[in-house]
């Protein structure tokens, strides 16, 4: 059952999201499957790239956002989905043995206008490595129900 509802979400919440390492194997497994650029797949190729080694793929490090973010909030919360995800944006590269921590605030909440019991949020999420360097940000919506639903 949820624990979080539309009516508990306000504008300048911040949630952390825990945090956790990306292995080279990883990295590696992700690329070959998704996004088979050499500097995802190749870590002796990759030395030679302008990134001077391996890095996740974009994808990847979206992936992981979505993985904190759920483990560590939308499962307690009423979340009936997303209409989908804006400016994300890959700020730094993601190397192996890097460590991510999320976060994501609230920028509004605003209920259902044909009175339906939900409402949306609109929400900034981050994640940072182990230097405090921001790697990812995004922006995204989520429709979640209401008390009364």
Do not use: C
């Amino acid at each position: 059952m949820p624990t979080r509802f539309f009516e508990d979400y306000h504008p300048g919440d911040v949630y952390e999201l825990g945090a956790r390492e990306v292995g080279e194997a990883e990295i590696l497994a992700f690329g070959r499957a998704y996004d088979p650029q050499y500097f995802h797949t190749d870590p002796d190729a990759a030395k030679r790239s302008i990134w001077g080694g391996l890095v996740a793929s974009g994808w990847h490090t979206t992936a992981i956002f979505m993985r904190l973010l759920v483990d560590a909030h939308m499962k307690d919360s009423d979340s009936i989905g997303s209409p989908g995800v804006d400016e994300i944006r890959w700020l730094k590269p993601v190397r192996p043995g890097d460590r991510l921590s999320g976060r994501l605030t609230v920028l509004e909440a605003t209920p259902s206008k044909s009175g339906a019991a939900r409402g949306m949020i609109r929400t900034r999420g981050e994640l940072a490595n182990q230097h405090g360097e921001v790697v990812l940000s995004l922006k995204a919506m989520n429709l979640i129900g209401t008390r009364r639903a």
